[in-house]
């Protein structure tokens, strides 16, 4: 664990972006469900994609044709919505 704990000033700044801009989504009248999803499918892509380069994990072809998939699935929620 030594180190680690030069991760947590990234981290919680990060952590206070996503729910900053969140919250500016669903102040700006932005449906709940349609600001979730993306909140959340922006949060695995944010995370998978640096972690490959940070910290050399995995990003396979099939995880990058997931990450496209739940892009795609969170769209065509907002199309439903409208």
Not at 65 to 81: D, Q
Request: hydrophobic content about 60%; glycine content about 12%.
């Amino acid at each position: 664990m030594t180190g680690s704990w030069k991760w947590y000033i990234p981290v919680t700044a990060g952590y206070l972006l996503a729910f900053t801009f969140l919250s500016a989504a669903l102040a700006s009248g932005m449906p709940l469900g349609i600001a979730y999803g993306i909140w959340a499918a922006a949060g695995v892509a944010i995370t998978a994609v640096p972690s490959r380069i940070l910290f050399e994990e995995p990003l396979t072809l099939i995880m990058s044709i997931g990450i496209v998939l739940v892009m795609g699935g969170v769209l065509l929620v907002e199309i439903g919505a409208r």
